[in-house]
């Protein structure tokens, strides 16, 4: 692996593009509310966001992902729609003048903007690239009339709108989101036109806040010999660009009236003395019904096909477990001559008259296991290779694009990883598709990067994002682990108790896979650990510490990672290393920002981590990072 992996290192960081840079903003550049702004006595504008403000949202989570079947119907909105930002010298003029009630064309000037995709890219415009709070969207659809007259529901669903939305159908609030991240669910066919074009419009803000996930703040530049009247920047507590807009697809599709609503599975490997594994599926069907959540515990009924759609077996009632003799498991890539393998669960309700919604699940058969030195998948050891990530590239900012995801999972696999993290965010569930599909795990990361203060606010919101988080990947095969954050200033004294509550929450949310956090702080210092139970740590000896001074990697990378182990008795992996470099750059001998440094810190890495795997403890290793990612303009370049 680490020979495979050199043969790839001088162009990893030229995968997607060459890292680009953004300007701070000024205070005109726009909002950062969410229905209003408050201005306070000190002549400063300052605004602040409101919540409180929000409609209510429908749906606490965004409900099973749109598929087409014998009993649902998938429109797809996504295209090209219109868009406009909010003015700058008055920013909540699209709620004043209601901007939703009517085309966006009729209130200002519009421009193209391809959706899924982030704005920030799209343009030559400067403004709406470093834009800072609302930027509205809107466009129009017709649904077939039938629509009207059958006995169903009509949902509209987008996958993630980035930061906090508000979503409009025909001049109606519909509902609203809190996160940028996860999908949206909405009913709609009350506010429906089933004989004339429809409207649909959304507004967005990018805005964080100390008691937003991830963690932003609005810095204000009051001295006036250097700055204009209410001058402010926004500032995160993370390295890499805040794209915004509406990131991944949006449908509009329908479902009977009685449907399925939620399926959980979980599965386990039972191996007998001979070798031979038998696969159980543990299932629970929820359904929906005219006056209710269903109750009758007879009403589903349940067929598991193979990979060919060939009938393996079947069985009724709501909940329960299927047993299947001789599976096909589901393995990483890497492992096994099929890695990825998956059978589809056809999920059926029915009602007197007869069967009414059905909805496949895929079903990967595999069993995680895990100690205190040690992480299995079937009962083997595992050992995790591969890189942290980001969704970004060149032109579509976070926007969901099919040749790129499939381009990414080819490189994973020519480089010979098996996992990847979804630093530091979770990823389009069409990506999380194909990693179930290639054998590729997944580390599941939340959005809370680089976390600080820990307030009981900041809280509540982590749990929701987590309860939301594994509510929409629960059944993934390829999700081995939970990490509830990345580098968080586990050293203030008020981490301790705020990683232990949401840690407990993530757990009893999914009871079935390993919690983790990366970590960053000195193994002396962390207050987070204790709570875990895997341990992640970035490291970058010999890049931000010791810069050029590759003959102490070893020294440091072992001692590290022995003293996390001894302190907290827990497995243990290394989440980030590496050098950044610039394209071209060559220097011999090495020298810093060289592709020859950052090859020769890498390879300087490799003893080390095999001298602690043969320790028994330690589990795996990941770069950072597979390829370049747009980040904020500033003067320094984080590791790539």
């Known amino acids: 692996y680490h020979v495979l992996l050199m043969q790839c290192v001088h162009i990893n960081i030229a995968l997607i593009g060459l890292c680009m840079l953004t300007f701070m903003v000024s205070a005109n550049d726009g909002p950062y509310v969410i229905t209003r702004q408050e201005k306070f006595a000190d002549n400063n504008d300052k605004i602040v966001m409101h919540e409180k403000d929000l409609p209510p949202p429908q749906y606490d989570w965004g409900g099973l992902y749109p598929r087409d079947t014998q009993s649902r119907e998938v429109k797809s909105l996504d295209g090209v729609w219109n868009f406009r930002l909010s003015p700058k010298d008055d920013p909540d003029k699209g709620f004043e003048e209601s901007w939703f009630k009517g085309p966006l064309s009729t209130t200002g000037a519009v421009i193209a903007m391809p959706v899924p995709s982030s704005y920030n890219d799209v343009t030559q415009d400067k403004d709406i690239r470093d834009h800072i709070g609302w930027a509205w969207y809107d466009t129009s659809f017709r649904v077939p009339a039938r629509w009207e007259s059958d006995d169903q529901l009509i949902v509209l669903r987008f996958g993630s709108v980035h930061y906090n939305s508000i979503i409009y159908l025909n001049g109606e609030v519909v509902t609203s ?4 991240h996860l999908p949206i669910m909405a009913d709609v066919k009350d506010l429906l036109h089933f004989t004339g074009k429809n409207l649909l419009t959304v507004a967005v803000n990018n805005t964080l806040t100390p008691e937003t996930i991830p963690q932003g703040k609005i810095v204000h530049r009051d001295d006036l010999t250097k700055y204009p009247k209410g001058y402010f920047v926004q500032e995160y507590n993370f390295d890499f660009f805040n794209y915004a807009g509406i990131h991944r697809p949006v449908f509009l599709y329908t479902t009977p009236t009685t449907h399925v609503s939620d399926v959980d599975v979980t599965t386990e490997v039972q191996w007998s003395e001979d070798g031979t594994a038998t696969g159980v599926i ?4 929820s359904y929906t019904t005219p006056s209710g959540d269903g109750t009758d515990a007879d009403a589903c009924f349940l067929s598991l096909l193979d990979a060919n759609d060939t009938l393996v077996t079947n069985t009724s009632g709501c909940q329960g477990q299927i047993t299947v003799e001789h599976p096909e498991l589901w393995w990483p890539y890497l492992m096994s001559a099929t890695p990825g393998y998956q059978y589809t669960l056809m999920v059926e309700v029915s009602s007197e008259s007869g069967i009414v919604d059905e909805y496949p699940v895929k079903v990967g058969l595999r069993q995680m296991g895990w100690s205190n030195t040690s992480f299995t998948i079937n009962g083997h050891p595992l050992y995790i290779r591969g890189c942290g990530k980001h969704e970004d590239s060149d032109i579509r900012g976070k926007g969901y694009d099919a040749a790129l995801v499939v381009k990414d999972f080819g490189l994973l696999k020519w480089l010979g990883a098996n996992a990847f993290r979804t630093s530091h965010y979770p990823y389009a569930e069409e990506i999380m598709d194909r990693a179930d599909a ?5 580390i599941d990361e939340s959005p809370a990067v680089g976390l ?3 307030g009981s606010t900041l809280e509540a919101r982590h749990i929701a994002v987590m309860k939301e988080y594994i509510a929409r990947d629960k059944n993934r095969p390829s999700v081995i682990m939970w ?3 990345n580098e968080p200033k586990s050293n203030e004294e008020a981490a301790g108790n705020y990683f232990k509550n949401v840690v407990k929450a993530t757990k009893t949310a999914d009871p079935s896979r390993p919690v983790t956090c990366v970590l960053s702080v000195s193994v002396l210092d962390d207050l987070a650990a204790q709570w875990l139970d895997v341990i992640w740590v970035n490291r970058y000896f010999s890049w931000y510490q010791d810069t050029g001074h590759l003959e102490i990697i070893h020294r440091q990378t072992v001692t590290e990672f022995v003293q996390w182990h001894k302190r907290y008795n827990r497995p243990v992996g290394i989440s980030e290393y590496g050098a950044g470099s610039m394209p071209g750059l060559h220097m011999d001998p ?8 950052q090859a020769a810190l890498l390879l300087n890495n490799f003893p080390a981590f095999d001298e602690l795997r043969g320790r028994g403890f330690f589990i795996g290793e990941m770069i950072w990072n597979f390829a370049d990612f747009m980040t904020p303009q ?4 984080p590791a790539m």
């Open 452 to 454: 600080s203060g820990f």
């Open 483 to 485: 990490s509830v954050g």
């Open 590 to 597: 090495s020298f810093t920002w060289s592709e020859e440094y």
């Open 282 to 285: 543990h299932y629970s069907v």
């Open 177 to 180: 989101h809190i996160g940028g």
């Open 634 to 637: 500033e003067y320094n370049r």
């Open 438 to 442: 290639e054998g590729i795990m997944v």
